[in-house]
């Protein structure tokens, strides 16, 4: 279970799980959370192209670059555990959807007709020195508008959302497996 995600945002209107067993530690796995590349996916690549209306290749596509320029901020971090990111807005919009925040506005953010999401990464330890890493992505509507036009938005990008997520975890596996050799 994502514990800093729970704490972060209990309530919801969406949410979306996955994980992996990666045959590599806890400390590599987490490493491998804030190193890989979203940009190495052709499949993201082409979904993300899409959302934004052209196609681009993001130069690089990691954590840090999310942070930077994505419109997410850093919630919560755990080192070695878990890490929360989250981003505020209207997210159904091709453009121009997002709201700049700092995280300490995370919680009380209620701006009518926009949503707020959090995405986290989790490693647990297995034995035989492997690692679950989850990933779990939470969205809360703060109006019904919202909720509307969201569910609207949500039925058309779910398959895709999930198809990044698992790019993700395939991704921060094959980084922590490399390492690992």
């Known amino acids: 279970m994502c514990v800093e995600i729970e704490r972060l945002l209990p309530n ?9 067993v990666v045959g590599a530690g806890p ?24 959302r934004r209306g052209r196609p681009t290749r993001p ?5 840090g670059d999310i942070l930077r320029r ?6 919560a971090e755990e080192p070695g555990r878990e890490i929360v990111l989250g981003t505020v ?11 700049r925040i700092q995280a300490s506005e995370f919680a009380s953010y209620a701006s009518p007709g926009t949503a ?3 995405i986290s990464f989790r490693v647990e330890p297995l034995a035989d020195g492997r690692t679950r890493v989850s990933t779990q992505t939470r969205v809360l509507c703060i109006d019904e508008p919202a909720r509307r036009a969201f569910r609207r938005y949500w039925r058309i990008i779910a398959p895709g959302s999930a198809l990044i997520r698992l790019e ?14």
Do not use: N, Q
């Not at 130069?59 to 954590?63: K, N």
């Not at 993700?168 to 050799?181: C, P, V």
């Open 12 to 20: 919801f209107d969406a949410i979306e799980t996955h994980s992996i």
């Open 116 to 118: 707020k999401s959090a």
């Open 168 to 181: 993700m975890l395939r991704l921060i596996k094959r980084d922590a497996e490399r390492a690992t050799a």
């Open 89 to 99: 807005g209207r997210f159904w919009r091709m453009f121009g959807g997002g709201v």
């Open 59 to 63: 130069p690089r596509l990691c954590i």
């Open 27 to 50: 400390e590599r796995s987490y490493l491998a959370i804030h190193s890989f590349d979203l940009s190495d996916s052709w499949l993201s690549t082409v979904l993300l192209s899409i």
């Open 70 to 75: 994505g419109g997410f901020v850093l919630l």
